[in-house]
């Protein structure tokens, strides 16, 4: 069992049972989709943004566990902060749980990440480490501001 | 003919290196068979003892090894025929696979028989190997692709594929047996409607030769599509049985060497069928594997292999059917031993991380039949797909990975 709590950690078990920031922001200025065509997943990641600050964030859609809660996770992450505190946690939060591609190349500082740290025990889950970041890279596309649908494939 | 008892499968399973091991410190459980299955040590050593014996271009060369290599390709391809009920190994030609199969129907024999306005009938439960090619065809042709739909159990509506099939309905494409439900499809009956029809008749049976016993002649139809992995086979290597006469009207596919005669700037007069559909240098290997599969299974006898799997398939509904959570997709009154299900509340991704935790290996996602998902409304499933090698005890341990999965999620 010791893994599968790795993974499937409370506070993720918790988000995703009950995710916040759940639904539609009506008061968005900058959205976009995230689609995962291995699994189906898709969600809409809503921003709202004003002197380069997110002001407040939420999503919809559906998917896995380690997908809504992180999707959940972000919208608590990320309001509040400046568009580049947000792109830096980002970049911070894929090392934590992708590395750079190689193993041994995973970041060992979760500094910053704040709760987001528990999505650590995903890198012993290649398969799912997209489940992980989809919601992130849609909200990168967000603040690019290209709006186009982020694929995971 | 004596049934396989539990005794037998043990005995069996010995002869599949693969299945002798510990995965994240469990017993291994593979329950993904649709996906692949698994090779036996008989078909792992003819590929061995072709590489290390035998192994030498086919057809042109007449040293002795350039003879066993073609001795083991074209024994291969005897093999094969007699296995699906074939009369003439000229009729069998070798692929990549079921969809190269398919595709290579859709491309060569496809325009000759097609044209705009005509159509294509393909049922709701396809593969997308069995969609899309007809699609990549309509293009071409101004061809319409025509969908048979399906009732909630998972059968064609005979009703409504009688009502879709009409003068202008030139191909009818179908699968066997539904690699995402299970379901077998009524073949015989399907066939002759679509010959009354003036069609010609296509079948995908990537999901069928590792389960039931083929017999072309009595299903009736035009080409059958099969897959080497599928049935234990060595992957890379499938083939496409047609009708000879449909065969020799065929134009040739891909061009280059095995497939001519004669070649001068002028022209080039084709070789026979049904090399004329195999350009370049084969899958030797992976033809001479599929020949030891086809050995391996005869010694075991079909019939014997589809009671067991029927056994088996029954004990796994009875296990879920103990779990209230679980809801099965595909109840089809006759079907293969496909287990295709939803775990209320958890999403199939998150069900099968845990189940491999547990040591078993199932399918998660739309299992490439994203119209079937569309018909239940759901975006994925967990499918847990059977071979003969799979035993009772491993249903069962499945149940408990599905109850550990639901306390995970309580």
């Known amino acids: ?153 | 003919m004596t049934r396989l008892a539990p005794s037998d499968v043990m005995q069996l399973r010995k002869d599949f290196p693969i299945l002798d091991q510990e995965v994240n410190g469990h017993p291994l459980v593979y329950l993904d068979n649709a996906a692949t299955s698994q090779k036996p040590r008989a078909v792992i050593d003819a590929i061995t003892h072709h590489y290390e014996r035998d192994n030498a271009n086919i057809h042109r060369g007449v040293h002795t090894l350039a003879q066993r290599s073609t001795q083991g390709y074209e024994g291969a391809r005897t093999k094969l025929a007699r296995f699906l009920g074939a009369t003439d190994s000229r009729e069998i030609v070798f692929t990549r696979g079921t969809t190269e199969a398919i595709n290579l129907v859709a491309s060569a024999f496809g325009p000759t028989v097609l044209g705009a306005g005509d159509e294509i009938l393909v049922s709701e439960m396809e593969h997308h190997s069995n969609i899309v090619p007809w699609q990549l065809l309509c293009e071409r042709t101004g061809a319409k692709l025509v969908m048979a739909p399906m009732d909630d159990r998972g059968q064609i509506d005979m009703a409504a594929f009688r009502e879709r099939l009409s003068a202008r309905t030139k191909i009818v494409a179908l699968v066997h047996v539904s690699n995402a439900l299970g379901t077998i499809n009524p073949i015989e009956e399907l066939v002759e409607l679509a010959h009354t029809a003036g069609a010609h008749t296509v079948i995908d049976g990537a999901q069928a030769a590792a389960h039931l016993a083929i017999d072309v002649a009595a299903l009736g139809c035009d080409f059958y599509a099969t897959s080497g992995h599928k049935m234990f086979g060595p992957t890379g290597i499938g083939a496409l049985w047609a009708r000879a006469e449909l065969l020799e009207a065929m134009p040739p596919w891909q061009g280059g060497g095995e497939m001519i005669l004669t070649v001068t700037f002028e022209g080039s007069e084709y070789n026979e069928i049904p090399h004329k559909f195999e350009a370049g240098t084969p899958n030797v290997a992976g033809a001479v594997g599929l020949g030891a599969t086809v050995d391996y299974l005869e010694t075991i006898g079909m019939e014997r292999i589809a009671a067991w799997e029927h056994e088996l398939l029954e004990h796994g509904t009875e296990v879920l059917s103990t779990i209230p959570e679980i809801r099965l997709i595909g109840t089809a009154e006759k079907k293969a031993g496909v287990l295709s299900f939803l775990v209320e509340g958890v999403h199939a991704h998150d069900v099968g991380t845990i189940l491999d935790l547990e040591g078993i290996a199932v399918r998660t996602g739309h299992h490439c039949a994203q119209p079937v998902m569309d018909h239940f409304g759901v975006a994925a499933t967990t499918r847990a797909s059977l071979a003969f090698y799979n035993t009772k005890e491993e249903l069962d341990a499945l149940g408990a990975g599905l109850r550990k999965v639901l306390e995970v999620f309580a």
């Open chain 1, 1 to 153: 069992m010791s893994d599968l709590r790795e993974l499937y950690q409370t506070t993720i078990l918790d988000h995703s049972k009950t995710p916040r920031n759940f639904g539609k922001l009506e008061t968005a200025n900058r959205t976009a989709a995230g689609h995962n065509p291995l699994c189906g997943d898709r969600l809409t990641l809503y921003l709202e943004v004003d002197g380069g600050v997110v002001r407040s964030a939420g999503f919809e859609g559906s998917g896995c566990a380690i997908s809504t809660a992180s999707a959940s996770m972000l919208t608590e992450a990320v309001t509040g902060k400046s568009v580049s505190e947000a792109e830096t946690l980002f970049q911070t939060f894929h090392q934590w749980v992708a590395g750079s591609g190689e193993a041994d190349l995973f970041s060992d500082d979760a500094t910053g990440l704040g709760k987001l740290a528990v999505f650590g025990g995903v890198r012993e889950f290649p398969m799912r480490v997209k489940c992980a970041t989809l919601a992130w890279h849609a909200m990168s596309s967000a603040l690019a501001g290209d709006g186009a649908t982020v694929k995971t494939e």
